[in-house]
């Protein structure tokens, strides 16, 4: 079992920066790829960005954050991190992470453990 705890989230203007956290306890840390989705109000969960297991050497986005968004993590916090740039209104959603195997890749079914999300919201 991994518990997950999200913070870090809060309201922020646009073109502003945010961020997130998410703290992790129990199973060795870093043997889990991690993820970062978001869900705003009548949408679906939606895939993020995801960084591999360990170094953390491979990363993954979602097209419409590529550039803004920093996915990071420290194993020796067991922490992984989302540095969110430049924020813009459509970002305003619920923040989840989410732990999974190495292939989770940006699928939400490929993640096991998931925190309980931090409020994003970005005003115009």
């Known amino acids: 079992q991994v518990r997950l705890v999200e913070s870090g989230g809060g309201l922020v203007q646009a073109g502003g920066s945010l961020r997130l956290s998410c703290a992790a306890s129990?199973?060795?840390?870093?043997?889990?790829?991690m993820g970062w989705f978001r869900q705003a109000p009548g949408k679906e969960r939606e895939f993020v960005a995801a960084?591999?297991?360990?170094?953390?050497?491979?990363?993954y986005y979602l097209d419409s954050v590529k550039g803004r968004f920093t996915i990071s993590r420290d194993n020796a916090k067991n922490t992984v991190y989302l540095q969110m740039n430049s924020l813009k209104p459509e970002d305003t959603a619920v923040y989840y992470c989410?732990?999974?195997?190495?292939?989770?890749?940006?699928?939400?079914?490929?993640?096991?453990?998931w925190g309980q999300g931090t409020q994003v919201t970005v005003s115009s």
């Open positions: 129990g199973r060795t840390f870093s043997n889990y790829a």
């Open positions: 960084i591999g297991r360990w170094s953390g050497s491979n990363t």
């Open positions: 989410a732990a999974g195997g190495p292939q989770s890749g940006s699928s939400l079914d490929g993640y096991e453990f």
